[in-house]
């Protein structure tokens, strides 16, 4: 992050339009933004909790046949698993709906933080794409001394870069937004390959069964209130994380 912005500003952005003008001055404000926005999700999705199994949990067997669903143990932990839950081999516990464990923010990615890390890949990849699009108007409206060395070694090094985190982290974006709109799980959706396969192969149709609809899919992960969709501290409508309304199809 220091890195990208840094180049951005006092490379790139200064030498293309200049920080005390007021369009370089806006540029400026705006990459701010977002790096600030990256940063803030970014700390709250690796310091919170993903979601630990409540102690006090005890798998209803009556509701979980009544929704198809098989109440699980976990022989590590020594506890029943809640439906979507899975063990960490990294943290060495349950986490409630694990999508993944991330090498990024050094924390498994759950039911309590998944906002959070949704909101710091948006911000992150905004903030990529818009310091890529900085790096082209500088190099492509600008001239440059690309006679020295060193000037050629940082516009390849970081346009390489840009590209780069622009493009892995804009997959990313656009996957977890699938993701996000299926209300689906990354482990999830690796069951669901083989689970569609068999529907095909039995003349059936599959659907995610926990696939409520975009805008509810949507409203379960980000909130019901839209204007604090972006915000990563606002998960008050957050559960216990050891039920999930299901589809009726």
Same mark, same amino acid.
């Given at each position: 992050?220091?890195?990208?912005y ?11 339009l ?10 400026? /404000? ?6 600030? /926005?990256c940063f803030?999700?970014?700390?709250c ?15 209803? /067997? ?6 198809g ?18 063990h ?7 986490? !409630? ?13 759950? *039911?309590?933080n ?15 794409? *818009?310091?890529?699009?900085?790096f ?6 600008k ?6 060395? *060193? ?7 970081s =346009?390489?870069?840009?590209?780069? !985190? ?11 937004i ?13 069951? /669901? ?9 039995? =003349?059936?149709? *599959? ?5 409520? =609809? ?6 379960m992960?980000?909130?019901?209130n ?8 606002a ?15």
């Amino acid at each position: 992050m220091a890195l990208v912005y840094y180049s951005t500003l006092f490379v790139f952005l200064d030498h293309w339009l200049g920080l005390a003008t007021p369009a370089g001055a806006a540029h400026a /404000a705006a990459i701010s933004l977002a790096v600030a /926005a990256c940063f803030l999700a970014f700390v709250c999705a690796a310091a919170a909790d993903p979601g630990s199994v409540p102690s006090s949990f005890a798998p209803d /067997a009556e509701a979980a046949q009544g929704q198809g669903l098989k109440s699980r143990y976990c022989d590590k932990c020594c506890v029943f698993k809640p439906p979507r839950s899975h063990h960490c081999k990294v943290c060495k516990r349950c986490v !409630l709906k694990m999508d993944h464990h991330c090498v990024w923010i050094n924390n498994c990615v759950g *039911y309590a933080n998944y906002k959070a890390f949704i909101i710091c890949v948006l911000n992150a990849a905004i903030g990529s794409l *818009y310091s890529f699009v900085i790096f082209l108007c500088d190099l492509l409206l600008k001239e440059h001394e690309f006679d020295i060395l *060193y000037v050629k070694l940082v516009y390849i090094l970081s =346009g390489v870069l840009l590209f780069l !985190l622009s493009l892995t982290i804009g997959s990313l974006l656009c996957w977890h937004i699938y993701l996000l709109c299926h209300n689906m799980t990354t482990i999830e959706y690796r069951e /669901a390959v083989r689970a569609k396969w068999l529907a095909k192969k039995s =003349g059936q149709k *599959y659907r995610h069964r926990f696939d409520l =609809g975009m805008r509810k899919n949507i409203q379960m992960i980000l909130g019901p209130n839209i204007l604090c969709w972006l915000c990563p501290t606002a998960t008050g409508h957050l559960k216990n994380g050891t039920e999930f309304q299901i589809t009726n199809n």
